[in-house]
């Protein structure tokens, strides 16, 4: 059978709310792994990793991070409208990040039909939101703020993390280190790259020993990551794009007699641990 023509629903199973952990493990590496090896399929943690990864090859983190893509912005009335950033819109991540007084965003709006008002505001910060477009699965909303700070710091005091829809709870403090790798360097993601949340300095060092070198790329994990499947089949399901960028030096490492192996955020449209898929 062609992939394209796969069905979704032979992937449908019912995964109970008990099963799902709302936290996670005091320590990042003590998490479960699964190994599959030579038709064989074991339980171990991630801490043991190196040992299931051959020695002299590369490995590829993705070091995005997580913004506080959540806005919650209370209506006159008292109802809340929530604003999920997606991406930004005619622009690049650094000049919308770093811009002062607005910027423009595309994104997913909760309560859209109950908003009413030409804009909807948060008093402390002099920031105010407008909606400008209504696209064919999404909203174009332009921010304005009154300080001369930088969006990424408006996002700082009024965002909120984006936790998966699976996980059912309010964000805690806790959330602001742990929904992001040891190594998130740059702002851009609304979900984590869930495969590199288990790495620890101890996983590195131990990875080291084993000559296994690590690189990076930096891509910017979208919304799309979680978001449901409607299609019955996989052709007619529509991918969503996410930005990436890879520099000279990592593409020149790819030429080197290392095997590169990818760490992926486990979703349905980035790169997958151990292969180059796409």
């Not at 064989?40 to 990793?49: G, L």
């Not at 984006?162 to 979900?191: F, H, M, N, W």
């Amino acid at each position: 059978m062609h992939p394209k023509n796969i069905s979704i629903k032979d992937f449908t199973y019912e995964l109970p709310d008990e099963k799902i952990a709302l936290h996670p493990l005091e320590e990042r590496d003590a998490s479960k792994l699964l190994v599959y090896k030579n038709g064989i399929i074991e339980e171990n943690i991630y801490k043991n990793i190196p040992q299931h990864l051959p020695a002299n090859s590369l490995l590829v983190f993705n070091n995005t991070k997580v913004i506080r893509a959540r806005i919650l912005f209370t209506k006159p009335t008292g109802g809340v409208i929530e604003i999920f950033l997606l991406e930004p819109y005619h622009a690049d991540y650094t000049s919308t990040l770093t811009a002062t007084k607005k910027c423009q965003w595309k994104c997913m709006i909760g309560g859209a039909s109950k908003w009413k008002e030409k804009e909807l505001g948060i008093g402390n910060l002099g920031l105010t939101v407008q909606l400008v477009e209504k696209l064919l699965d999404a909203y174009v909303v332009e921010f304005n703020w009154s300080s001369d700070i930088s969006f990424a710091e408006i996002l700082e005091q009024a965002g909120n993390i984006p936790l998966p829809p699976y996980i059912k709870r309010k964000v805690d403090e806790e959330d602001k280190e742990r929904y992001q790798t040891i190594y998130a360097a740059y702002d851009g993601s609304v979900a984590a790259p869930t495969a590199g949340l288990h790495f620890t300095e101890a996983v590195f060092k131990n990875l080291a020993d084993k000559n296994i070198q690590k690189d990076f790329v930096t891509l910017h994990v979208g919304a799309g990551t979680f978001k449901p499947v409607k299609a019955a089949t996989m052709e007619a399901h529509e991918m969503h794009a996410e930005w990436i960028e890879v520099n000279i030096e990592t593409i020149e490492n790819f030429k080197n007699d290392r095997k590169p192996l990818l760490d992926g955020h486990q979703s349905n449209s980035a790169s997958f641990f151990a292969t180059i898929n796409h």
